[in-house]
């Protein structure tokens, strides 16, 4: 070998070699052409060409290493993409990191542009999914960083805020679409102006407002009060504001993402694929000003009737507000002015307080000085302490927007009304700021009566509800052994906290004593009437059976649950009634019965289009999302059907019938029971095998019952010659056929969108697969139904049974009527 052969051979050496150490550095010896791949330290993140979906364009980016689907974090030429495979990646003369194509090195596609005075430099990628550029000198020096120009991903330890005295921004933009990573039009940010908030944007307008931040959370999302993962900074100096989510754990893979949808949501990989925990917007009180000035969106309103006036306040239309959306929001009281003597503060707990760009901020000055302040200046209509720790005040000199109630986690707004509107609130709107020194005589008659009054109570009323719970059943609402069957039963003394009791007289006389004409339906458990109490309010009686599977238990359950769950797709309790053996449920009447009776019968079903279907479809997701993940108990339903959807005046959805829900621990996953409960058709495989239950077995009964929307048959009855299975395994053969259309309600006609139900059929797919680790999350199925993404392709359904019928007739009989969908199953054990 001569002197050159050796030269080469040591040449190519070295240089492989120096590849193989630094795998995750590039220098400007060592460039990234396209087919190349660096990968950080630690394997976590990777750092290639790619092209997003179908898309032939190449674009340079950033992803998970050791996740399986290509979940791209980091993009540098969004908006100059490469239209073939001859990018290279390099560091130029000046130090800078640079993106050619066609090997053209006079002017880049890309730069990382930095003045700096070095032009010596290598880019190192690090296990947090950062590319770095650093001086070869002094590799502690970092003269660019990809943290520093965030797309459209938020990564543990990236920061979300502003330069104030640059104007820098750490900002998230969305891509254009799925195959176009361009920057979109959505944008989630920190705005600075007045009291610094969080918002989402489209293009230049807010579409959600996450708020202030509160000392411990932002104002606008309750959720972050318990935080499992992540350890979270907040800093506001007179340089920079800006947010930075830690992780506890370093192997956790976490991000927070935009989509071109408008929706922000933070997801986990959990080693299959990615989690959903946390979106915004969810609903309509998300939505940015919904109510309009001076207003409160309440989502938990019963009477559905979300915009409701701040106090002191009345509609600026003079059309019914209360029955649209409140776009023109409310004024001051006519004739009512907020700067004469015995004015105050009405207090308004749990909310969102109002956009902060227009409030002033004191940081040295407690709630009792804020209050003392606002009440000095007529203009001043509202204030609150800015941290939940009782730091600083924020006061409000204007129109108050987009304020909304919570259920649970929330800020106090205290809201500056006159004297006549401060007396009502105090009169009948329980606590209030500014209570004052009340004048002797006040308080005098004030005690007297409140004597008075109690000594009627003891001598009268007590008398008599002394006598009506000697005849009521005592029900423990402890939320433990759930599972009992031992059917024991108590005096009720206590009742039920804010769950009024209905005497039977009352019932009987409301329903023309459970008259025939006035039924509803039949269950498993009873019979359903409809009935009207005095004052004229329509009311629906669930009247348990005597010999009903449903006892104490199951009884008790759906009395405790439905009082405490507050929500517009689920069915809201009104009181409850106890006689001797008699157990009544008494509901909000819904005009429109239940979805059975609509899509299982041939000239109802004619009347709900397929806009109707879905609007349907997204609001049972929509309530069963609530259940497992929103309220403040974690609820597994266990018997969603059609039958235990109910439909409102309007034909939106309320789930109902809790008598089988069981209530989960935050971090329980599963559970196990000997006593089988639901509706054959379904359940899910490993709950009627095996006795297994958890949010995935709700996820299997929904999408059952989408596809029963969508095809407008029962899975139960349903019956294929042809392939001798149920509907989940008809739709199933058709899907793989490419033939999924066929199996749309014929009534439906022409009328519906062909992707949007070709869609819907597949996420249905999705929710019914054999196992249920491979099922998504209710909140991916919202997701999924509300945005126009991606979805993975479904496994084999589960239940699809090879029957033979020895009689003509398939169908499973009920032998109930209306309301029953199919036999609920109360006693089956499993094997």
Known sequence: MNQLEISLSSLIFFLILNFTI??????????????????????????????????????????????????????ANRDTPINDTTGILTIDGRGNLVLYENNKTDVPLWASNVNDDTTSSKAQLLDSGNLVLLDQKNSSRILWESFDFPTDTLLPYMKLGRKKNTGKNWSLSSWKSPEDPGTGNIFYKIDPVGFPQLFLYKGPARIWRGGPWTGKRWSGVPEMTRSFIFNTSFVNTDDEVYVLYGVTNGSIFT?????????????????????????APKELCDNYGECGANSNCDPFDSDNFICKCLPGFEPKSPRDWYLRDGSDGCVRNAGVSTCRSGEGFVKMTIVRIPDTAVARADMSMGLKACEEECLKNCSCTAYTSADER???????????????????????????????????????????????????????????????????????????????????????FNFINQDSESGKRNDDEGGIPDLPFFHLNDIAEATNNFSDDNKLGEGGFGSVYKGVLHDGKEIAVKRLSKHS????????????????????????????????????LIY?????????????????????????????????????????QDSRLKIIHRDLKASNVLLDALMKPKISDFGMARIFGVDQIEAETHRVVGTYGYMSPEYAMQGLFSVKSDVYSFGVL??????????????????????????????????????????????????????????????VQESAADRPTMFDVVFMLTNDTILPSPNQPAFIMKRTYTSGDPSTTSGATNSLNDLTVTTLHPR
Not at 53 to 65: C, H, L, Q, T
Not at 593 to 604: G, M, P, R, V, Y
Not at 610 to 615: A, L, P, T
């Open 22 to 75: 630094s795998i995750d550095t590039l220098t400007p010896t060592q460039p990234l052409r396209d087919g190349d791949v660096l990968v950080s330290s630690g394997e976590a993140f990777a750092l290639g060409f790619f092209s997003p979906g179908k898309s032939p364009r190449r674009f340079v980016g950033i992803w998970y290493n050791k996740v399986s689907e290509l979940t791209v974090v980091w993009v």
């Open 255 to 279: 991000r927070m993402m935009v989509n071109e949808s408008g929706v922000v949501q933070r997801a986990t990989w959990n080693g299959r694929g990615w989690i959903g925990f946390w979106s």
């Open 390 to 476: 009782g730091i600083g005040c924020l006061s409000w000199y204007g129109d108050l927007i987009d304020t909304r109630q919570y259920s649970s986690v929330g800020q106090d707004l205290y809201i500056r009304v006159d004297a006549a509107e401060l007396a009502k609130y105090r009169k009948s709107k329980g606590p209030l700021a500014n209570e004052g020194v009340q004048a002797l005589v006040i308080v005098s008659v004030a005690v007297i009566s409140f004597l008075t009054v109690f000594l009627i109570y003891y001598i009268i009323i007590k008398r008599r509800k002394a006598r009506d719970r000697r005849h009521r059943n005592k029900f423990l």
């Open 549 to 584: 599977g449903q006892g104490s238990n199951e009884f008790r359950n759906e009395v405790a649950l439905i009082a405490k769950l507050q929500h517009r797709n689920l069915v809201k309790m009104i009181g409850y009634c106890i006689h001797h053996e008699e157990k009544m």
């Open 588 to 628: 909000e009447y819904l005009p429109n019965k239940s979805l059975d009776t609509f899509i299982f019968d041939e000239a109802k079903r004619k009347l709900i289009n397929w806009s109707m279907r879905h609007e349907i479809i997204c609001g049972i997701a929509r309530g069963i999302l609530y259940l497992h």
């Open 706 to 767: 989408l596809i029963e929307i969508i095809s407008g048959r029962k899975n139960s009855s349903f019956y294929d010659e042809t392939t001798s299975s149920n509907l989940v395994g008809y739709v199933w053969e058709l899907w793989k056929e490419g033939r999924s259309l066929e199996i749309v309600d014929i009534s439906l006609g022409e009328s519906y969108k062909e992707e949007e139900v070709r869609r819907c059929i597949q996420i249905g797919l999705l929710c």
